[in-house]
Each structure stands twice: as structure tokens, then as C-alpha cells.
Nanobody, 122 residues
Framework: VQLQASGGGLVQPGGSLRLSCAAS????????VGWFRQAPGEEREFVSTITRSGSRTNYGDSVKGRFTISRDNAKDMVYLQMNSLKPEDTAVYYC????????????????WGHGTLVTVSS
């Protein structure tokens, strides 16, 4: 069972990136998925969640209106489209899967990926 986040990199302020979260060893359609991030020297924080079907999404206040989470269960993939990026979005981004549900609390998740680094800087 594995989750792998990818798509991070260096981007200028105002730019966009799309992160991907690939599931292997299990079918992601049985799991709610969340994205979390951890900036240097700070605690990991909630970014976004999406339910199993993709019918409901939630976002942290700091990313609302700029980030969009989506999923393709046929491909066992979850995505995070990040637009209008700001320097304060710089962090390692993690995807996590929770059996049958979603949560704002990272401790409720069953599986975690290794994370992908996003750096927003000019």
C-alpha cells in the first residue's frame, strides 16, 4: 500500500502547479483523500479534502478560492491544482488516505505519501 505525491517544484509568485497523488496497492475509491502541507519550522496543516466520490470538497481558509482538489478513481489518482501561488504556500505537500471518509485531523488518516516540495519564490 503506497501513496506517492508528485508535481512539486519551484514556481514564481502568481504561478500555478498541479500536484498528483498516486495510489498503489489499493483502490483509492474506498478512501477519502486529504492534502496537508508543512512549511519549514511549522506544524503540518490541513489544505484540502475530497470524499470518495468526489462530490464534496473542503479547503483551508488560506487556500480557498485558489486551490482545487479533484480525483480520478479509474486511475487511482487525486490532484491538487494550485493557482495564484504565494510565497507562504511554500511547503512540503502530503497526500493522505482515510478509509471511507475524510477529516481535517491528520491523525485520522490511514496512509500517507512521502510528500513533494513546493517552493514559491521569485
Amino acid at each position: 500500500v503506497q501513496l506517492q505525491a508528485s508535481g512539486g517544484g519551484l514556481v514564481q509568485p502568481g504561478g500555478s502547479l498541479r500536484l498528483s497523488c498516486a495510489a498503489s496497492g489499493f483502490t483509492v475509491d474506498k478512501f477519502g483523500v486529504g492534502w496537508f502541507r508543512q512549511a519549514p519550522g511549522e506544524e503540518r496543516e490541513f489544505v484540502s479534502t475530497i470524499t470518495r466520490s468526489g462530490s464534496r470538497t473542503n479547503y483551508g481558509d488560506s487556500v480557498k478560492g485558489r486551490f482545487t482538489i479533484s480525483r480520478d478513481n479509474a486511475k487511482d489518482m487525486v490532484y491538487l491544482q494550485m493557482n495564484s501561488l504565494k510565497p507562504e504556500d511554500t511547503a512540503v505537500y502530503y497526500c493522505a488516505a482515510r478509509y471511507y471518509g475524510v477529516s481535517f485531523n491528520q491523525n485520522d488518516y490511514n496512509y500517507w505519501g512521502h510528500g513533494t516540495l513546493v517552493t514559491v519564490s521569485s
